[in-house]
Protein backbone atom coordinates (compact mmCIF):
# COMPACT_ATOMS: atom_id res chain seq x y z
CA UNK A 1 0.00 0.00 0.00
CA UNK A 2 1.44 3.25 -1.00
CA UNK A 3 -0.91 6.02 -0.21
CA UNK A 4 1.39 8.75 -1.11
CA UNK A 5 1.96 7.39 -4.94
CA UNK A 6 -1.73 7.24 -5.11
CA UNK A 7 -1.98 10.54 -3.82
CA UNK A 8 0.43 11.88 -6.76
CA UNK A 9 -1.87 9.60 -9.20
CA UNK A 10 -4.99 11.94 -8.32
CA UNK A 11 -3.03 14.78 -8.25
CA UNK A 12 -1.94 13.96 -11.62
CA UNK A 13 -5.45 13.20 -13.26
CA UNK A 14 -6.45 16.41 -11.36
CA UNK A 15 -3.73 18.77 -13.07
CA UNK A 16 -5.23 16.58 -16.37
CA UNK A 17 -8.66 17.31 -16.27
CA UNK A 18 -7.59 20.90 -15.55
CA UNK A 19 -5.42 21.62 -18.56
CA UNK A 20 -7.43 20.16 -21.25
CA UNK A 21 -9.72 22.64 -20.83
CA UNK A 22 -7.22 25.18 -21.47
CA UNK A 23 -7.00 26.56 -25.18
CA UNK A 24 -4.02 27.81 -26.76
CA UNK A 25 -3.85 30.69 -30.27
CA UNK A 26 -0.77 30.50 -32.45
CA UNK A 27 1.93 30.25 -33.02
CA UNK A 28 0.99 27.11 -31.19
CA UNK A 29 -0.55 24.45 -33.68
CA UNK A 30 -0.48 21.23 -31.57
CA UNK A 31 -0.59 20.58 -27.60
CA UNK A 32 0.78 17.29 -26.15
CA UNK A 33 -0.85 16.24 -23.00
CA UNK A 34 1.26 12.69 -22.23
CA UNK A 35 -1.12 12.85 -19.03
CA UNK A 36 -3.28 11.62 -21.76
CA UNK A 37 -2.45 9.46 -24.24
CA UNK A 38 0.95 8.19 -22.08
CA UNK A 39 -0.73 8.05 -19.12
CA UNK A 40 0.89 3.90 -18.01
CA UNK A 41 4.02 5.63 -18.56
CA UNK A 42 3.46 8.37 -15.72
CA UNK A 43 1.43 6.07 -13.40
CA UNK A 44 3.85 3.39 -13.17
CA UNK A 45 6.47 6.02 -12.36
CA UNK A 46 4.26 7.60 -9.63
CA UNK A 47 3.18 4.22 -8.43
CA UNK A 48 6.48 2.67 -8.10
CA UNK A 49 8.85 5.86 -7.26
CA UNK A 50 6.28 7.75 -5.57
CA UNK A 51 6.74 6.39 -1.93
CA UNK A 52 7.11 9.76 0.18
CA UNK A 53 8.23 11.85 2.24
CA UNK A 54 11.15 13.15 -0.01
CA UNK A 55 14.46 15.17 1.06
CA UNK A 56 14.47 16.61 -3.03
CA UNK A 57 11.95 17.28 -5.74
CA UNK A 58 14.00 18.38 -8.89
CA UNK A 59 11.39 20.54 -10.99
CA UNK A 60 11.65 20.80 -14.67
CA UNK A 61 9.59 22.89 -16.98
CA UNK A 62 7.38 21.02 -19.58
CA UNK A 63 7.46 17.78 -21.82
CA UNK A 64 10.12 17.52 -24.32
CA UNK A 65 9.28 15.63 -27.71
CA UNK A 66 11.77 12.55 -26.83
CA UNK A 67 11.59 12.33 -23.19
CA UNK A 68 7.97 12.91 -21.54
CA UNK A 69 6.38 13.16 -24.45
CA UNK A 70 7.17 9.67 -25.83
CA UNK A 71 7.20 8.03 -22.06
CA UNK A 72 4.70 9.69 -19.70
CA UNK A 73 8.01 10.20 -17.35
CA UNK A 74 9.01 13.46 -16.58
CA UNK A 75 12.90 13.95 -18.34
CA UNK A 76 11.64 10.34 -19.42
CA UNK A 77 14.20 9.32 -21.56
CA UNK A 78 13.99 6.19 -23.74
CA UNK A 79 16.50 4.06 -22.18
CA UNK A 80 16.71 5.34 -18.58
CA UNK A 81 12.74 4.65 -18.31
CA UNK A 82 13.33 1.33 -19.47
CA UNK A 83 16.27 0.02 -18.64
CA UNK A 84 17.07 1.90 -15.68
CA UNK A 85 14.02 2.25 -13.72
CA UNK A 86 12.15 -0.55 -15.25
CA UNK A 87 9.19 1.28 -17.21
CA UNK A 88 7.98 -0.01 -20.43
CA UNK A 89 4.15 0.17 -21.30
CA UNK A 90 2.13 0.93 -24.74
CA UNK A 91 1.60 4.45 -25.17
CA UNK A 92 -0.96 5.59 -27.55
CA UNK A 93 -0.65 9.04 -29.72
CA UNK A 94 -2.26 12.27 -29.25
CA UNK A 95 -5.54 13.53 -31.27
CA UNK A 96 -3.73 15.96 -33.38
CA UNK A 97 -0.08 14.87 -33.57
CA UNK A 98 2.18 16.76 -35.86
CA UNK A 99 3.92 14.82 -38.25
CA UNK A 100 7.25 15.64 -37.53
CA UNK A 101 6.80 14.93 -34.00
CA UNK A 102 5.33 11.74 -34.09
CA UNK A 103 4.47 9.71 -30.52
CA UNK A 104 6.42 5.97 -30.95
CA UNK A 105 6.45 5.73 -27.07
CA UNK A 106 9.25 3.42 -26.63
CA UNK A 107 9.93 2.51 -29.97
CA UNK A 108 11.07 6.30 -30.35
CA UNK A 109 14.60 5.94 -31.51
CA UNK A 110 15.59 9.26 -30.42
CA UNK A 111 17.27 9.93 -27.12
CA UNK A 112 16.36 12.77 -25.42
CA UNK A 113 19.68 14.63 -24.48
CA UNK A 114 18.27 16.59 -21.55
CA UNK A 115 17.06 13.27 -19.89
CA UNK A 116 19.90 11.14 -20.93
CA UNK A 117 21.83 13.90 -18.90
CA UNK A 118 19.80 13.97 -16.00
CA UNK A 119 19.22 10.52 -15.33
CA UNK A 120 22.60 9.46 -16.79
CA UNK A 121 24.05 11.57 -13.41
CA UNK A 122 21.56 10.19 -11.06
CA UNK A 123 22.44 6.56 -12.10
CA UNK A 124 25.94 7.41 -11.73
CA UNK A 125 25.85 9.05 -8.28
CA UNK A 126 23.13 6.30 -6.96
CA UNK A 127 23.25 3.41 -8.57
CA UNK A 128 19.87 2.14 -7.78
CA UNK A 129 17.10 3.77 -8.85
CA UNK A 130 15.82 2.59 -5.44
CA UNK A 131 18.51 4.71 -3.68
CA UNK A 132 17.45 7.57 -5.75
CA UNK A 133 14.20 7.52 -4.94
CA UNK A 134 13.99 7.09 -1.16
CA UNK A 135 15.24 11.07 -0.60
CA UNK A 136 14.73 12.03 -4.61
CA UNK A 137 11.70 12.54 -7.19
CA UNK A 138 11.47 14.06 -9.96
CA UNK A 139 8.68 16.45 -11.60
CA UNK A 140 7.68 18.98 -14.32
CA UNK A 141 5.61 21.88 -13.62
CA UNK A 142 3.66 21.89 -17.10
CA UNK A 143 2.57 18.72 -18.14
CA UNK A 144 1.91 19.99 -21.99
CA UNK A 145 4.11 20.46 -24.94
CA UNK A 146 3.77 23.13 -27.09
CA UNK A 147 4.43 22.46 -30.93
CA UNK A 148 4.18 25.25 -33.65
CA UNK A 149 3.30 24.59 -37.02
CA UNK A 150 6.41 23.84 -38.30
CA UNK A 151 6.86 21.43 -35.22
CA UNK A 152 9.28 23.55 -33.54
CA UNK A 153 9.12 23.53 -29.58
CA UNK A 154 7.10 26.14 -27.62
CA UNK A 155 8.23 26.67 -24.35
CA UNK A 156 5.60 27.77 -21.76
CA UNK A 157 7.20 30.72 -20.99
CA UNK A 158 6.54 32.13 -24.63
CA UNK A 159 2.97 31.99 -24.10
CA UNK A 160 1.24 35.45 -23.61
CA UNK A 161 0.00 36.67 -20.28
CA UNK A 162 -3.72 35.51 -19.80
CA UNK A 163 -3.14 31.55 -21.20
CA UNK A 164 0.49 31.85 -18.74
CA UNK A 165 -1.85 33.09 -16.14
CA UNK A 166 -5.00 30.25 -16.82
CA UNK A 167 -1.80 27.50 -17.44
CA UNK A 168 -0.26 28.58 -14.33
CA UNK A 169 -3.39 28.41 -11.61
CA UNK A 170 -3.56 24.61 -12.69
CA UNK A 171 0.21 24.00 -12.54
CA UNK A 172 0.43 26.10 -9.33
CA UNK A 173 -2.01 23.70 -7.74
CA UNK A 174 -1.15 20.55 -8.90
CA UNK A 175 2.85 21.89 -7.68
CA UNK A 176 1.17 22.71 -4.42
CA UNK A 177 -0.35 19.48 -4.38
CA UNK A 178 3.09 17.30 -4.83
CA UNK A 179 4.81 19.64 -1.59
CA UNK A 180 1.89 18.45 0.67
CA UNK A 181 2.04 14.79 -0.43
CA UNK A 182 5.81 14.51 -0.71
CA UNK A 183 6.68 17.23 2.19
CA UNK A 184 10.39 18.13 0.43
CA UNK A 185 12.76 20.32 2.30
CA UNK A 186 14.36 21.39 -0.88
CA UNK A 187 13.06 22.14 -4.56
CA UNK A 188 15.58 22.02 -7.23
CA UNK A 189 14.70 23.72 -10.58
CA UNK A 190 16.05 22.24 -13.46
CA UNK A 191 16.32 25.95 -15.21
CA UNK A 192 15.21 29.67 -14.49
CA UNK A 193 11.46 28.88 -14.86
CA UNK A 194 10.48 25.48 -13.15
CA UNK A 195 13.02 27.82 -10.11
CA UNK A 196 10.93 30.86 -10.54
CA UNK A 197 7.24 28.93 -10.62
CA UNK A 198 8.23 26.98 -7.60
CA UNK A 199 9.38 30.12 -5.84
CA UNK A 200 6.34 31.87 -5.89
CA UNK A 201 4.56 28.69 -4.62
CA UNK A 202 6.17 26.99 -2.14
CA UNK A 203 6.36 28.56 1.47
CA UNK A 204 8.36 27.87 4.73
CA UNK A 205 9.96 25.47 5.12
CA UNK A 206 10.66 24.42 2.01
CA UNK A 207 13.89 25.90 0.03
CA UNK A 208 13.95 26.93 -3.76
CA UNK A 209 17.43 26.42 -5.14
CA UNK A 210 18.30 26.20 -8.89
CA UNK A 211 20.30 23.85 -10.99
CA UNK A 212 21.76 24.62 -14.91
CA UNK A 213 19.62 23.01 -17.39
CA UNK A 214 20.94 20.23 -19.29
CA UNK A 215 19.45 21.25 -22.29
CA UNK A 216 22.09 21.18 -25.38
CA UNK A 217 20.61 24.21 -26.10
CA UNK A 218 22.05 25.91 -22.84
CA UNK A 219 25.70 26.12 -24.35
CA UNK A 220 27.45 25.96 -20.30
CA UNK A 221 25.70 22.40 -20.16
CA UNK A 222 27.50 21.06 -23.00
CA UNK A 223 30.50 21.45 -20.86
CA UNK A 224 30.45 18.94 -17.88
CA UNK A 225 26.88 19.45 -17.47
CA UNK A 226 27.26 16.64 -15.16
CA UNK A 227 30.48 17.67 -12.85
CA UNK A 228 28.71 21.28 -13.12
CA UNK A 229 25.41 20.14 -10.83
CA UNK A 230 27.21 17.60 -8.56
CA UNK A 231 29.06 21.10 -7.83
CA UNK A 232 26.03 22.49 -7.46
CA UNK A 233 24.10 20.03 -5.07
CA UNK A 234 27.16 20.09 -2.91
CA UNK A 235 27.34 24.01 -2.48
CA UNK A 236 24.09 24.19 -1.77
CA UNK A 237 24.59 20.94 1.00
CA UNK A 238 21.96 19.02 -0.85
CA UNK A 239 24.81 15.82 -2.07
CA UNK A 240 27.65 14.91 0.69
CA UNK A 241 30.64 14.47 -0.85
CA UNK A 242 30.84 10.91 0.45
CA UNK A 243 27.37 9.86 -1.67
Not at 79 to 87: E, F, K
Not at 202 to 222: D, E, K, R, T
Amino acid sequence: MNPSANQLIAAARELCVAVEELRFAPPVAHVYNPLTYAWGGYEAYARRFGKGPKEVIFLGMNPGPFGMMQTGVPFGEIQAVRDWMGIHCAISSPASAHPKRPILGFACPRSEVSGRRLWGLFAQRFGTPERFFASHFVANYCPLAFLRDTGANHTPDKLPAAEAEALGRACDAHLRALIGILRPRWIVGVGGFAAERARLVASSPVQVVQILHPSPACPAANRDWAGTVTRQMRDMGLWRESE
